[in-house]
């Protein structure tokens, strides 16, 4: 797993690296001293893994993760109080508290290994190297950070159901959450695998595998059911891609 470790400690960032020595599965590429110098290194390596400490001078972490056009995993790394990892503790990957111990470390590595591990089987590839790989569209396998006020969301795609443009934000379904993000609709469609989102209308991105019923509409257009009970109609200019996609 190509790792970037981010803290403005230089202490820090060796005694983590030192312990991560004892698990050669994560390949310490590069180390980040604030947000900006770690977006750079982010943008240009593509890592599978950051540690990335909560409080740093300029933009904290989170405040780095909002600008992040490429979404490794995460593992927070804070000596913190219980406010700031209780707003993560359900949606992060995982949390290390300074000064990190070993045997918690072991935990997360091996916590990593298992999921790295079951996305490789589900994309049907081979298990890595150490050094990684570019990665393409965001498919339904990867995690996007979701941020909306105070509230903070580390959510898998798949889980995804739904985009639906306002105004200049972007409302995001999942679960039973609606947060809304400062990303337009054109953006994010860039940048998500078309094999698993369609783009329905000039207002919505649905996940195909949330679809649970289509029905003729007006003027050739078609009303599509998610799973989740939204109803979205399907323009007459996407109707016609949209039944071959979905059709055997």
Not at 123 to 131: M, R, V, Y
Request: glycine share 4%; with cysteine; aromatic share 10%.
């Amino acid at each position: 797993m190509k790792t970037i470790v981010i803290d403005d400690e230089r202490l820090a960032r060796k005694e983590l690296i030192s312990l991560l020595e004892a698990h050669p599965i994560v390949d310490v590429v590069a180390e980040a001293v604030n947000a900006e110098d770690a977006r750079n290194k982010i943008d240009e390596i593509k890592p599978d893994l950051i540690f990335l400490d909560v409080q740093m001078p300029g933009e904290t972490g989170f405040e780095l993760l909002e600008t992040l056009d490429f979404f490794p995993k995460v593992v927070f790394v804070t000596a913190y109080d219980e406010f700031a990892i209780k707003a993560f503790e359900v949606n992060a990957f995982d949390y290390l508290l300074k000064p990190v111990h070993p045997e918690r470390l072991a935990e997360t590595v091996k916590k990593l290994e298992a999921e790295f591990s079951e996305e490789r089987e589900a994309k049907g590839q081979e298990p890595e190297s150490a050094g990684g790989s570019q990665r393409g569209p965001l498919s339904v396998h990867d995690q996007v950070f979701v941020k909306d006020g105070d509230r903070c969301w580390f959510v898998r795609l798949e889980k995804v159901r739904l985009f639906e443009s306002d105004g200049n934000y972007v409302k995001v379904y999942f679960d039973k959450n609606r947060p809304m993000i400062h990303r337009s609709l054109n953006a994010l469609d860039e940048k998500l695998d078309d094999k698993h989102f369609f783009r329905a209308s000039r207002k919505h991105i649905i996940n195909l595998s949330w679809v649970e019923k289509i029905e003729p509409w007006f003027n050739g257009g078609l009303l599509v059911e998610l799973k989740g009970g939204e109803k979205i109609e399907v323009s007459r200019r996407q109707a016609a891609r949209f039944k071959e996609m979905m059709s055997l």
